[in-house]
């Protein structure tokens, strides 16, 4: 028999993770003939009553819940590599509390794993609560980076997938970065994959933890990971910049004037030219800042606290 792993990352989110509870817990009971199953928990240093509730769970079912505690916020990124360390399965399914990712599609998801692929990328069709400009951005995101990068990410694929234990194994010796994009890691390391749609529906309760400006930061870091084609930027700006000026000379020599002249010329030549060195001087900043935080080799998560699971031995700290 199988073993699932369910992985929720948690942060502020006493609100709706009871009724999460109760929709996950249904499905995976009417699993139990053909898998048994653990669900962990990732508390990413909640500020609210998401601990105690989370606590409440693992008292209620030892066996099958397990909660992780981290000393604080390190990200949902970092909840996530928690779950992948610390989970025992032999099939481990990603997704988030706010049943955004419906659990309900946890025994087709099983199912697809049991017949022979490695990978499922859940692949969301819409989203129901997410504005106009989330859904632009995001389209454009996966755009821009399949464009700029040799990983091709599939369109809108989302935080809600599933592995298989020799994948999981890969991704915890392996991918150990400190600036992390899980779900690109998971369609970056190869084995057999399969796609499943699905449209998000509404919150259960709260609101997104993503603001514009996080989900831009997040953007840049993800692009800068898995691609190098920014640091280009200055060969092909050289490049434009040499054409402009024999642009200049070949006006120069033609009309037999001498320089161009006037203030404003002047002015947008030096304005443009000192734009594009700002911007590759920033673009090269933020690889450098990439380069420190690994080379710092600071954890990805702190741990603080571990209950639940019915009390076996922890996974050794990554």
């Known amino acids: 028999m199988d073993k699932l792993s369910i992985i929720v990352s948690v942060y502020n989110e006493e609100a709706g993770i009871r009724r999460f509870y109760e929709v996950c817990a249904e499905v995976l009971s009417s699993l139990s003939e053909k898998y048994s199953y653990e669900m962990i928990f990732v508390n990413d240093g909640s500020s609210d009553k998401s601990s105690e509730i989370l606590r ?9 819940i397990r909660v992780i505690e981290f000393s604080k916020n390190f990200g949902h990124e970092a ?38 692929a490695d990978i499922v990328n859940m692949v969301r069709t819409k989203n129901k609560t997410a504005g106009l400009v989330k859904n632009v951005t995001s389209g454009g ?21 599933a592995i298989k234990k020799p994948v999981a194994e890969v991704l ?12 690109g890691y998971v369609q970056n390391v190869g084995f057999v994959k399969e796609t499943i749609a699905f449209e998000a529906p509404e919150r259960v309760a709260g609101k997104s933890h993503y603001s514009i400006k996080k989900l831009f930061r997040f953007s840049i870091d993800t692009i800068l990971c898995f691609s190098n084609m920014p640091l280009k930027l200055g060969i092909y700006a050289g490049l434009f910049t040499a054409l402009l000026g024999i642009g200049l000379i070949v006006y120069t020599l033609l009309t037999r004037q001498g320089a161009p002249s006037g203030y404003a010329t002047i002015i947008i030549v030096l304005c443009f030219m000192f734009s594009m060195l700002f911007i590759i001087t920033g673009i090269i900043g933020e690889y450098i800042a990439i380069l420190f935080s690994e080379l710092k080799d600071r954890p990805i998560y702190i741990v603080k606290d571990i209950y639940g699971g019915g009390d076996r031995e922890a996974a050794p700290q990554r």
């Open 79 to 116: 909840a996530m590599t928690a779950g992948l360390d610390y989970a025992s399965g032999d099939i481990l399914i990603f997704l988030d509390a706010d049943l955004q990712h419906p659990p309900a599609l946890i025994p087709e998801i099983a199912r697809r794993l049991s017949e022979g």
């Open 56 to 64: 409440e769970f693992s008292e209620e079912d030892r066996d099958h």
């Open 172 to 183: 915890r010796k392996s991918y150990r970065e400190k600036v992390r994009f899980l779900r």
């Open 141 to 161: 995101f996966y755009a821009l980076i399949n464009r700029m990068s040799d990983l091709k990410l599939e369109p809108n694929a989302s935080d809600f997938f």
